[in-house]
T-cell receptor
Framework: GDSVTQMEGPVTLSEEAFLTINCTYT??????LFWYVQYPGEGLQLLLK?????DKGSNKGFEATYRKETTSFHLEKGSVQVSDSAVYFC???????????FGAGTRLAVHP | DAGVIQSPRHEVTEMGQEVTLRCKPISGHNSLFWYRQTMMRGLELLIY????????DSGMPEDRFSAKMPNASFSTLKIQPSEPRDSAVYFCASSLRSPGLAKETQYFGPGTRLLVL
C-alpha cells in the first residue's frame, strides 16, 4: 500500500542553519504531496503542497520539490529560526482515495 | 474563516465513561475526517465522511468507537465505554471534494486531548 517515510528526529539546529528533512514515498498513480507542521500543543497546519511532478511548493521560506524519479519530497529552508521549532509531517494523498497517508513526523528543535 | 472547530479542547474522564468529541468543519467543505494521534502509532485516520455519508471506517479501532455526521456542519466521535488506551489527541479535518478539483487539501482543527484514567 501507499506509505511515507521520513527521516527520524529530533533534528537539532542552531538559528540561521540550513534545514533539510528527507521524505520519500511509495504510491500507485500520481499522488499529491504535502508538508504539515505541528507547533507544540496545536493542531496540524498545512505548510506547503505539490500536486504533480516537478512542482515546487513553498511557504514561509520553506520549499519542497516533487521528484517523481526519486519518489521524494524533501523539505528545505535556508535559514531556520527558533520559531520554526515544531514537528513536521510529510504526507501523500493518493489519487483513488481521499486518504492522507502521513509519515511518522520529524521533530525540529532550533536553538538561539 | 473560523477554520475547523473542535470541542472540547481537553477532556479527562474515568475508564468506562462515555466520551463525545465534536467537530464543526469549514463552511462549504463536504468531506470530514477523524484522526487519532499517539506517540506509539502516530497519526491514524479513523473514519471519513463525504456529503455526510461515512465512506471509509476501516480505521475505527473497535465497536466502542462510533462516528456520526447528522448534517454538513457537525460531526461527533463517540467512545463508549472509554479505556485508558484511548488516551490520545483526536483531530478533525475537512476538505472540499469536487469532480473537477484534483487532490483537495485537508484542513485540521486544533484537536481534542483526551485522557482516560
Amino acid at each position: 500500500g501507499d506509505s511515507v517515510t521520513q527521516m527520524e528526529g529530533p533534528v537539532t539546529l542552531s538559528e540561521e542553519a540550513f534545514l533539510t528533512i528527507n521524505c520519500t514515498y511509495t504510491a500507485t498513480g500520481y499522488p499529491s504531496l504535502f508538508w504539515y507542521v505541528q507547533y507544540p500543543g496545536e493542531g496540524l497546519q498545512l505548510l506547503l503542497k505539490a500536486t504533480k511532478a516537478d512542482d515546487k511548493g513553498s511557504n514561509k521560506g520553506f520549499e519542497a520539490t516533487y521528484r517523481k524519479e526519486t519518489t521524494s519530497f524533501h523539505l528545505e529552508k535556508g535559514s531556520v529560526q527558533v520559531s520554526d521549532s515544531a514537528v513536521y509531517f510529510c504526507a501523500l494523498l493518493s489519487g483513488g482515495y481521499n486518504k492522507l497517508i502521513f509519515g511518522a513526523g520529524t521533530r525540529l528543535a532550533v536553538h538561539p | 474563516d473560523a477554520g475547523v472547530i473542535q470541542s472540547p479542547r481537553h477532556e479527562v474522564t474515568e475508564m468506562g465513561q462515555e466520551v463525545t468529541l465534536r467537530c464543526k468543519p469549514i463552511s462549504g467543505h463536504n468531506s470530514l475526517f477523524w484522526y487519532r494521534q499517539t506517540m506509539m502509532r502516530g497519526l491514524e485516520l479513523l473514519i471519513y465522511f463525504n456529503n455526510n455519508v461515512p465512506i471509509d471506517d476501516s480505521g475505527m479501532p473497535e465497536d466502542r468507537f462510533s462516528a456520526k455526521m447528522p448534517n454538513a456542519s457537525f460531526s461527533t466521535l463517540k467512545i463508549q465505554p472509554s479505556e485508558p488506551r484511548d488516551s490520545a489527541v483526536y483531530f478533525c479535518a475537512s476538505s472540499l471534494r469536487s469532480p473537477g478539483l484534483a487532490k483537495e487539501t485537508q484542513y485540521f482543527g486544533p484537536g481534542t486531548r483526551l485522557l482516560v484514567l
